[in-house]
């Protein structure tokens, strides 16, 4: 069984994710601002824009006038309380993130920790996209307090899976039109998809983000992609029991310090996927008895740390019935 947490170390993983919901909040919060107001000339007359994108377009709020004015100065005073908290905030997590190191409490991956707070921010993890494979480790780990044998959770890719039951034109809304390649720029510019309309992108330091989804219908021709030169969701057998369970969240800590929240697969469905893999006549042998062994794991930490998520209960019943048990 994994390693137990010490009491300093559930301490601060406990209060590194309550302060990570208050950062979230501040972000998102601070966000909203992010585009600003200005005033502009037009035919000898001053009007108040609230300016939206990278352009400088926005709507016009009116011509200058008291009301106008008025809804300026909150505008501003507004945009300046919420970054002075964002920037509190911040500092506060800096701090918590230098003691968090000194605990070894960082397991996550920097960079997936970076491209999760992104997608949170947009309010996209756990609604468009939930994490699936080796990562799901951290965040059954970090609830249940204890640490997997590195040898389990080492990886040099992320997956990120797309409900592709939502609406393409939100969730492009939601990047900003620039796609899943633009937000993995924004937090690594090096990232870069493998080819064109390919599913996979890399960093430089070849750290690989797939986006996969469920089969769909087949009579459903249309690609899922986000913006022009976007990558392409591949779609992969299996899934659609993933897709279906209910969803896991957990604030894990990353390798600098920081929190992320992760939100994967309930753990038992995670367990009966991975054990389904390692019996796939089409799965690469090397990658077989890794399956094997991280669905034992989870099986066990599940029986041993969470006994309200049983094999029989209703939630995993859409699994078959040897794949479910022990």
């Known amino acids: 069984m994994p390693s137990k947490l010490t009491n300093d170390q559930r301490k601060y993983l406990i209060d590194t994710s309550q302060m990570y919901e208050s950062y979230i909040e501040a972000k998102r919060h601070a966000n909203t601002y992010r585009n600003g107001m200005a ?6 007359k001053e009007y108040l824009f609230r300016l939206s994108g990278r352009t400088g377009y926005g709507k016009s709020l009116g011509v200058r006038s008291e009301v106008t004015e008025s809804i300026f100065t909150e505008f501003k005073s507004g945009k300046d309380a919420a970054n002075s ?34 997608l949170d921010e947009r309010g996209m993890l756990g609604d468009e996209f939930i994490v699936l494979g080796t990562n799901c480790l951290f965040a059954y780990e970090a609830v249940a307090g204890v640490r997997i044998d590195p040898s389990l959770t080492a990886s040099g890719d992320v997956d990120l899976m797309y409900d592709a039951r939502k ?87 990353a390798e600098d310090g920081w929190p992320a929240k992760l939100v994967v697969p309930d753990p038992r469905a995670f367990a009966i996927h991975k054990k389904w893999l390692s019996t796939r006549v089409d799965r690469e042998p090397i990658k077989k008895p890794r399956d094997a062994d991280q669905s034992r794991l989870v099986k066990d930490i599940v029986n041993e740390y969470f006994p309200h998520l049983p094999f029989e209960d209703a939630a995993v019943m859409a699994f078959p019935e040897d794949l479910r048990e022990p």
């Open 167 to 253: 609406r393409l034109s939100i969730a492009s809304n939601k990047l900003d039109g620039e796609g899943l390649i633009g937000l993995l720029r924004k937090v690594d510019k090096t990232f870069e998809p493998l080819r064109e309309n390919s599913f996979r992108a890399a960093n430089s330091q070849e750290f690989m983000v797939d986006l996969i989804t469920p089969p769909r219908d087949m009579r459903i021709k249309s690609p899922i992609s986000f913006a022009e030169g976007d990558l392409v969701a591949t779609e992969i057998a299996g899934l659609e029991w993933l897709m279906s369970s209910p969803r896991f969240e957990a604030v894990c800590i």
């Open 85 to 118: 908290r964002l920037d509190g905030i911040t500092e506060r997590l800096d701090q918590i993130a230098k003691i968090n190191r000194v605990l070894q409490l960082g397991r996550l991956p920097t960079v997936v920790a970076k491209i999760l707070r992104a």
């Open 39 to 44: 005033w502009k000339k037009s035919r000898g």
